[in-house]
């Protein structure tokens, strides 16, 4: 006899969140899920995005691969509920950096993101507005390192950089040189100087 559920698992499902970006015909909306922003640079190499190692050793920078820095968080979206991962970059994260210094947390955010243009890889515009939470019942924040690690089949989230503490007006992109990895730094330094 099968054993009759509404729904999976909660840990069957928990490789199933997609990476949004914002796409370029119709807006994303979306409330956000994660308290706090988090991201990492990241190479786009042999058709797909991995985070950039360096300091330590990174096969992509040896290789003379750019890298941008990507944020990431838990979004639901408006249309389904479907909770996913929403991609975006610098500019993106000024704004909610924005956001984030005048509420003390993004979940809650309600966002839309689109690109104006409406060309894939054109500029992102992104408004925010708190979200009654009275009437959303927001999932449980995703735990973002550990879903991305899985996608990107690296072990841990020893390569990912811990959060940025944006209340106390740190960068908001966060230097390689934050990593919170212990290294020398010296000689790492010297040699992506010289890329
Ligand atoms: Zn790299």
């Given at each position: 006899m099968p054993i009759w559920t509404p729904s999976p698992d909660p840990g069957d499902a928990e490789h199933a969140h997609r990476i949004l970006r914002?796409?370029?015909?119709k807006p994303l909306k979306a409330i956000i899920t994660s308290p706090d922003p988090t991201g990492t640079y990241t190479h786009y190499a042999a058709g797909r995005t991995t985070p950039c190692e360096s300091p330590n050793h990174c096969e992509n920078c040896e290789e003379g691969h750019g890298r941008r820095w990507h944020g990431y968080l838990g979004i639901m979206l408006i249309s389904t509920l479907e909770h996913a991962i929403f991609e975006y970059t610098a500019p993106t994260a000024e704004v909610l950096a924005g956001y984030y210094r005048q509420?003390?947390?993004?979940?809650?955010c309600g966002i839309t993101a689109q690109r104006p243009s409406r060309k894939p890889n054109g500029r992102v515009h992104i408004a925010t507005q708190p979200v009654d939470l009275q009437k959303w019942l927001l999932p449980d924040p995703l735990d973002v390192h550990k879903l991305l690690s899985h996608i990107w089949g690296i072990?841990?989230?020893?390569?990912l950089l811990k959060r940025t503490n944006l209340l106390k007006g740190d960068a908001i992109v966060p230097k390689p040189n934050g990593a919170p990895k212990t290294k020398p730094p010296g000689r790492d330094r010297k040699r992506t100087q010289t890329n």
């Open positions: 914002t796409p370029a015909d509420h003390g947390t993004l979940r809650g072990p841990t989230t020893q390569t």
